[in-house]
């Protein structure tokens, strides 16, 4: 991966009057969409509008652009907004996903997060994350983690336990699932997240919706009518339900990796885009069952269309509300959870490995520090999970307790990394076994389970 230098940098200096008075005089007429297709425009593809620095007092900043190769053929183009004067300490990063149809360029053109969050003192970026139309594919997220990256080497004061995201339509879908999906403590992850009517589910997309299957059989087929593969598109999603019965298919909800993210869940109370509202009602119906209640960080809101009556932009967001409620969360990481994974890769404190690609791999898991002990179980498709003892808060130089189960009978390999030397004993359920053996040369410890039943497993150091 190489990353190019800045392309362009655009100073400029705002108060919120200006911007909201030149971004309302751009706007064409409210329209009704009937699609999501039909809510493509060109405001997301018009240059940042350009003031003579010092021509407005207040709350200033100015929009850098930047340009990134990937290695994947898709040209990747930054818009971020700096905070003028520079920061001095940590500050957050605000990270705005775009609508269908506009690029990075949607920030200035129909967001005021640029003002919202640089008169706060954060940075606030928008990638076009590979295309115009990602509906959150995986190239759009392996680009987004890219220029998230890249933020932080570029700005070192960006505080990484407080990276926000706002989120809206197409935009929406594609920032909760990548939040989702990106639960490594080493990388950028998500620290709380506004929604506005976002495309949650693509398979109900895919049905409700028939000028999106061209674009999600190009992103998740080979491009043929009616190639968009079933997987590809749940993996890209946060759920997935049933459209005559709205019953959620529990087996591919990635909403259950969101549960240690505060999250606000918007729609207008008129959408246009008819299944958006669908989709929304059955997440908050579905998050209800993984724990998640109304309160302090979480709620699901109706919004106002505002200006735009009958219409479906940004505008219906009040993003100084969004700022203000996303100012109050920093990131934790959960100690305990039902975590889905769609690949091989690091999920919080454990890196998957799945027995088959192309499937989603479940694992229950908890943590109980003060007794030094971990529970795994519910697991499928899983091959082997390696443990980050010493980051999860384990400590292998004391008795380590491990409860373990596997779900669809196939042996479970569990790796305990940084052991210093081999145990004295292992035993499972008070009995002394073989089913583990220890690696001098990389300090790893595995245990083998192959029941369905809960068993508990005792290290000795």
Same mark, same amino acid.
């Given at each position: 991966m190489r990353f190019f230098t800045v392309v362009s940098a655009i100073a400029l200096a705002w108060v919120g009057v200006a911007e909201r008075a030149s971004a309302q005089a751009i706007r064409p007429q409210p329209h009704q969409p009937f699609s999501m297709v039909d809510t493509d425009d060109s405001l997301g593809l018009l240059p940042p509008p350009v003031y003579?620095? &010092?021509?407005? %007092? =207040? /709350?200033?900043?100015?929009?850098?652009?930047?340009?990134?190769?990937?290695?994947?053929?898709? /040209?990747?183009?930054?818009?971020?907004?700096?905070?003028?004067?520079?920061?001095?300490g940590p500050v957050p990063l605000l990270v705005v996903f775009h609508k269908f149809g506009s690029t990075q360029l949607d920030l200035s053109a129909n967001t005021n997060f640029a003002l919202e969050g640089c008169s706060r003192g954060w940075y606030v970026v928008c990638p076009l994350a590979a295309n115009t139309q990602h509906y959150g594919s995986i190239p759009s997220q392996v680009h987004m983690e890219a220029v998230l990256q890249e933020m932080l080497v570029r700005y070192p004061l960006i505080d990484p336990s407080r990276i926000y995201a706002a989120g809206f339509s197409m935009g929406g879908g594609a920032m909760a699932n990548y939040a989702a999906r990106h639960v490594d403590p080493s990388k950028p992850m998500i620290a709380a997240m506004v929604s506005?009517? =976002?495309?949650?589910?693509?398979?109900?997309?895919? +049905?409700?919706?028939?000028?999106? *299957?061209?674009?999600?059989?190009?992103? +998740? &087929? !080979?491009?043929?009518?009616?190639?968009?593969?079933?997987?590809?598109?749940?993996?890209?999603?946060?759920?997935?339900?049933?459209?005559?019965?709205?019953?959620?298919?529990?087996?591919?909800?990635? $909403?259950?990796?969101?549960?240690h993210i505060p999250l606000q869940?918007?729609?207008?109370?008129?959408? *246009?885009?008819?299944?958006?509202?669908?989709?929304?009602?059955?997440?908050? %119906?579905h998050l209800a069952t993984l724990g998640f209640t109304p309160g302090?960080? +979480?709620?699901?809101?109706?919004?106002?269309?505002?200006?735009?009556?009958? #219409?479906?932009?940004?505008?219906?967001?009040?993003?100084?509300?969004?700022?203000?409620?996303? %100012?109050?969360?920093?990131?934790?990481?959960?100690? $305990? @959870?039902?975590?889905?994974?769609?690949?091989?890769?690091?999920?919080?404190?454990?890196?998957?490995?799945? #027995?088959?690609?192309?499937?989603?791999?479940?694992?229950?898991?908890?943590?109980?520090?003060?007794? !030094?002990?971990?529970?795994?179980? =519910?697991?499928?498709?899983?091959?082997?999970?390696?443990?980050?003892?010493? =980051?999860?808060?384990?400590?292998?130089?004391?008795?380590?307790?491990?409860?373990? $189960?596997? @779900?669809? &009978?196939?042996?479970?390999?569990?790796?305990?990394?940084?052991?210093?030397? /081999? /145990?004295t004993s292992v035993s499972r359920d008070g !009995?002394?076994?073989? %089913?583990?053996? +220890? !690696?001098?040369?990389?300090?790893?410890?595995?245990?083998?389970?192959t029941d369905g039943l809960p068993h508990l497993w005792s290290v000795v150091p």
């Open positions: 003579p620095a &010092g021509s407005f %007092s =207040g /709350p200033t900043f100015q929009y850098v652009s930047f340009s990134m190769t990937i290695g994947d053929g898709w /040209p990747e183009n930054v818009l971020v907004a700096e905070p003028l004067p520079a920061p001095t506005l009517s =976002g495309a949650v589910a693509l398979k109900d997309t895919y +049905y409700s919706d028939p000028p999106t *299957r061209l674009f999600l059989d190009f992103w +998740y &087929g !080979n491009g043929t009518v009616g190639s968009a593969d079933p997987f590809k598109l749940a993996r890209s999603s946060i759920l997935n339900f049933d459209p005559l019965t709205f019953q959620v298919d529990t087996n591919e909800d990635l $909403a259950r990796n969101l549960t869940v918007t729609r207008a109370t008129d959408e *246009r885009i008819w299944y958006l509202p669908k989709q929304n009602n059955v997440l908050v %119906s302090a960080t +979480y709620a699901f809101r109706f919004v106002p269309f505002g200006v735009d009556a009958h #219409d479906h932009r940004w505008v219906m967001l009040d993003q100084s509300w969004a700022c203000d409620w996303l %100012s109050t969360f920093t990131l934790t990481l959960p100690t $305990a @959870a039902r975590t889905l994974a769609d690949r091989d890769d690091v999920y919080f404190h454990f890196f998957v490995e799945q #027995d088959a690609p192309n499937a989603f791999t479940p694992f229950d898991w908890a943590l109980d520090l003060p007794n !030094n002990a971990l529970s795994l179980a =519910g697991t499928a498709n899983l091959r082997r999970l390696s443990v980050d003892t010493l =980051g999860a808060g384990l400590n292998p130089s004391q008795p380590l307790h491990v409860t373990l $189960a596997t @779900a669809d &009978g196939l042996a479970d390999e569990v790796v305990f990394r940084s052991v210093t030397a /081999p /145990p !009995n002394s076994t073989l %089913s583990w053996s +220890y !690696n001098s040369s990389t300090l790893e410890l595995t245990l083998t389970e």
